[in-house]
């Protein structure tokens, strides 16, 4: 395989831009902190709660104003395209793709939908049993205990979600030879 670097072209390619790396592992950090803590340590779940909040507000922004591989038109696709690339990773011969691949894409639009239900019934949750936050007084105690299972289920379906993607990086950095993880704390990937 000739070496790219020997004949003029770039051994790497900046593609994951800083905003898209610190908000992609902020997102970890908030959303482990949500997800671990409860009960005694209610205000540190409302505010990790909160953060992740605000950092799918600020995805959804960059995802139309950001640069080429964060907004959504670069990696959102038709499902059946989606499903024969998962189909392909899954028989070790997807396409590589520059940017998110048609299955990363689904998954950053399914977390992104996930994370922003939870993050809603988190508010009414909070709202109505607690009486605080943004949400104060707008429900009833009655209310937010009734939302709290559906509060959890979506809380638990984005951590399997979560646990899917990190599968799919590993499988997809074995298959195309690449160490996605790497990628996304640098920003670059080989052409």
Do not use: Q
């Given at each position: 395989m000739p070496n790219p670097?020997?004949?003029?072209?770039p051994s790497q390619v900046y593609v994951w831009d800083l905003f898209v790396r610190v908000f992609h592992w902020t997102l970890v950090a908030a959303f482990t902190i949500a997800y671990f803590t409860e009960?005694?340590?209610?205000?540190?779940?409302?505010?990790?709660?909160?953060?992740?909040?605000?950092?799918?507000v600020a995805r959804v922004?960059?995802?139309?104003v950001g640069p080429r591989h964060a907004r959504f038109s670069d990696f959102v696709c038709a499902p059946a395209t989606t499903l024969a690339y998962v189909r392909d990773l899954l028989l070790f011969r997807a396409e590589?793709?520059?940017?998110?691949?048609p299955g990363g894409g689904?998954?950053?639009i399914l977390l992104l939908l996930f994370l922003?239900?939870?993050v809603v019934t988190g508010l009414v949750v909070y709202g109505g049993e607690q009486q605080a936050g943004p949400l104060a007084g707008m429900f009833t105690k009655d209310t937010g205990e009734a939302l709290e299972e559906v509060h959890d289920l979506l809380a638990n379906?984005?951590?399997?979600?979560?646990?899917?993607?990190?599968?799919?990086?590993?499988?997809?950095?074995?298959?195309?030879?690449?160490?996605?993880?790497r990628a996304m704390v640098t920003g670059y990937k080989r052409p």
């Open positions: 670097a020997r004949n003029g072209a009960d005694d340590l209610l205000k540190v779940h409302v505010w990790a709660g909160y953060l992740v909040g605000a950092l799918i922004v960059w995802g139309f590589r793709h520059l940017g998110h691949s689904a998954m950053v922003a239900a939870t379906i984005t951590l399997a979600l979560i646990l899917a993607h990190i599968a799919a990086v590993i499988l997809a950095s074995f298959v195309h030879r690449e160490n996605l993880v």
